[in-house]
């Protein structure tokens, strides 16, 4: 839902009048349509790649055995985070997913940058 609305208000939504530096530059309608089919294919590729990523993951979480957060009951919560393996697979469990994210949203980075410079943007 963010990512949509930053994509909604980067590509839609024209600049406020105290934004602006300078007038901005009249883009050819055929540039506009090459950079919203650029941005477009990334998203979907983004969407396919982060469901492939929470796909692996889930099946690399369930053949180690690591604690699930989002399966156990608060009580069970409650009973086994003072044990010593439920603690480190929590910590294990939590660093695979934290690193997932970080290399997804590099990844996301690395293609904005690199379609700004290609388009020009």
Known sequence: VVSS???FFL??????????LFKLTPVRLR???LRYFFWSMIFAVKLILAVKIIETMWIVIERVNFVRVGRQSPV???ELCRTLSWSSSFY???GLWM???YLFCS???MWFQLGCMILGV
């Open 107 to 109: 990844d996301t980075l």
């Open 31 to 33: 540039t506009r349509c």
């Open 92 to 94: 294990e469990w939590a």
């Open 99 to 101: 690193l997932a994210f």
């Open 11 to 20: 590509l839609f939504s024209p600049a406020k009048k105290a934004d602006l």
């Open 76 to 78: 069970e919560i409650s």
């Open 5 to 7: 609305t930053g994509v």
